[in-house]
Each structure stands twice: as structure tokens, then as C-alpha cells.
């Protein structure tokens, strides 16, 4: 009997309008596959998300935080508005140059704080979240340093003397 074929697996709601709104807000400097990545990383971040879950509490304190209100229907909603907003003038998001979808972005952005990132999961909109767990990652240290850090991941100790080997990007 012949095995039956693997079908693809399923992706999330909006995946592809994430996928845009990812080229459209990280850095550039990442390239595709790093984009590509980036927006991974948050979709399993995403997935991986338990609200009401009991958070890491502070030093010194005993109290019990939990985790807030599951984001993402909301973050699903203004997806669907960057497509929505898209369409009532041509072709879908994911379909516009990434010029027209970063100002799809700023626009649905216009009214939030731009003085520091938030917390990915108090984020008020899924672009800043998106940002936002994208500069909290090993890989945005690496990228703003231009070396290869790994912030967050052990190093032998004999390693410890040596410097960060050099990304070496190009300047623009």
C-alpha cells in the first residue's frame, strides 16, 4: 500500500499578511531568509503562548503574576485591517511594494508611543509586538553590533577573552 502523501502544514491565520508585515518593519539589513526567520520565531512564540500562565516573578517578591489575555485575536484583527486597508485601493498587503506597506504600517502605527518598545505581549498593535520580539532576540544584538554575540547562549570559558567574530556586512 502506498503512503499516503504529507500534506503541507497548516499554516496560522494571516501568515502570509504576517509574513509582509515582517518585510515591511524589520530591518532590512536581514535579508529575506532573516526576515523569514524573525517571522518564525514570533509565530512560534505566538503559538507557544498560554494566557493566565503563571510569570517569572521579581527578585525579592513572592508574588504570583500571571500572564495576560491571549493577544493574538486582537493582533489577527489588525492584520486583516492592514489587508482590508490595502484592497480599498488595489492589490492585497502582501501583494504591495514594501514602500506601500511600510506606510500602511506607520499609519495604523500613527497614534502609539514611539519612545521605547514595549513588552511583545503589551504591545497594542502586531507590528510593535513583532518589532518588539525581534529586538529582544540574540539576533537583533548580532545585527546591531555587526558581530556574532549570541547574547543569551553560553560560551565556553575559554572563549570568554575572545571577541565576537565580525558579521562583516558591507556599509551602505
Not at 43 to 62: F, I, L, V
Request: net charge positive; with cysteine; charged share 25%.
Amino acid at each position: 500500500m502506498a503512503a499516503a502523501a504529507a500534506s503541507p502544514p497548516r499554516r496560522p491565520p494571516n501568515a502570509t499578511i504576517l509574513d509582509a508585515l515582517g518585510d515591511a518593519v524589520l530591518p532590512a539589513e536581514l535579508g529575506a531568509d532573516g526576515v523569514s526567520r524573525a517571522v518564525a520565531e514570533f509565530q512560534r512564540w505566538m503559538d507557544g503562548y498560554r494566557p493566565g500562565a503563571e510569570a517569572n516573578h521579581g527578585y525579592g517578591t513572592g508574588k504570583i503574576e500571571h500572564l495576560p489575555a491571549d493577544p493574538r485575536p486582537r493582533w489577527r484583527s489588525q492584520l486583516a485591517a492592514l489587508d482590508a486597508d490595502a484592497r480599498r485601493n488595489g492589490p492585497s498587503f502582501s501583494a504591495l511594494p514594501r514602500d506601500r506597506r511600510q506606510a500602511l504600517a506607520r499609519a495604523a502605527l500613527q497614534n502609539e508611543r514611539g519612545d521605547a518598545l514595549p513588552n511583545p505581549l503589551l504591545a497594542r498593535h502586531v507590528a510593535l509586538a513583532l518589532l518588539a520580539h525581534f529586538y529582544d532576540s540574540p539576533a537583533a544584538t548580532d545585527l546591531c553590533y555587526d558581530a556574532q554575540i549570541g547574547r543569551q547562549q553560553c560560551r565556553p570559558l575559554a572563549a570568554q577573552r575572545q571577541r565576537p567574530v565580525a558579521l562583516g556586512r558591507k556599509e551602505r
